[in-house]
């Protein structure tokens, strides 16, 4: 694959969209062609599923319909727009993808991480992110850190006991793939930790 691909994980709250849209800036200043996007969503039939997903009266959702519908949006957004982006030599920074998947539906939702990185292979095919950054802040730092909760789509409302099932499942992740995923602390000011991420993207060649 010509393009380059980097992928962002982390707790609500932990600052992914601010980060991204810092590094967006950054790479524009620098003249570096990008594709900002996110999961699940990022194409219009994905957004579509996104919308079923994270529907507030979806509360019947089962968690193997939930980790299908997480697989199936990530499939037509990849096809419809990563793939050709990569193709096309684009660096591609996407707000979430399957450690997603692994980290909620495999290990907080209790799928299993067999069973849902199974299921994301016949949907990702060979498409493995070149980076992950995984911004590392517990899920009570986040809450605390923006003064409570969020109105909060289907995910947001599953409480602080899940969130903190998720995070225990990315520190998991981190630890198993320490060559791909990368934890930034990102409990501090924000524009340091865009200064970090930077020099990250960096020295893992992604940008010259
Ligand atoms: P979003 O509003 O994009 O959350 P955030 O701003 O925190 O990224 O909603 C996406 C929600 O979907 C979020 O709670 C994480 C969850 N999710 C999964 O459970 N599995 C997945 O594979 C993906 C991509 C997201």
Not at 17 to 37: D, F, N, W
Not at 100 to 105: E, F, I, P, T, V
Not at 119 to 136: E, K, Q, S, V
Not at 152 to 161: F, T, V
Request: charged share 25%.
């Amino acid at each position: 694959m010509k393009g380059k691909f980097v992928t962002f994980e982390g707790c609500e709250g932990s600052g992914k969209s601010t980060q991204i849209r810092l590094l967006s800036e950054r790479l524009k200043k620098a003249g570096i062609p990008h594709m900002v996007t996110r999961e699940p969503g990022g194409s219009d039939i994905a957004e579509q599923i996104r919308g079923i997903i994270l529907s507030g009266r979806n509360t019947a959702m089962c968690d193997e319909c939930e980790a299908l519908l997480y697989a199936a949006a990530r499939a037509q957004h990849l096809r419809e727009k990563v793939q050709p982006a990569l193709e096309a030599g684009m660096l591609v920074l996407c707000d979430r993808y399957v450690d997603s998947s692994l980290a909620y539906q495999g290990y907080a939702r209790g799928l299993g991480t067999d069973f849902v990185a199974a299921i994301n292979g016949f949907a990702m095919r060979d498409f493995r992110p070149d980076l992950t950054l995984f911004l590392d802040i517990s899920p009570r730092a986040a809450f605390e850190r923006k003064h409570g909760a969020d109105e909060g789509d289907r995910m947001e409302q599953l409480g602080l006991a899940f969130h903190e099932k998720v995070y225990e499942g990315y520190l998991k992740l981190a630890e198993s793939c320490p060559g791909r995923i990368v934890k930034v602390d990102c409990s501090g000011n924000k524009f340091r930790t865009s200064d970090i991420i930077f020099a990250l993207l960096k020295s893992a060649n992604i940008i010259k």
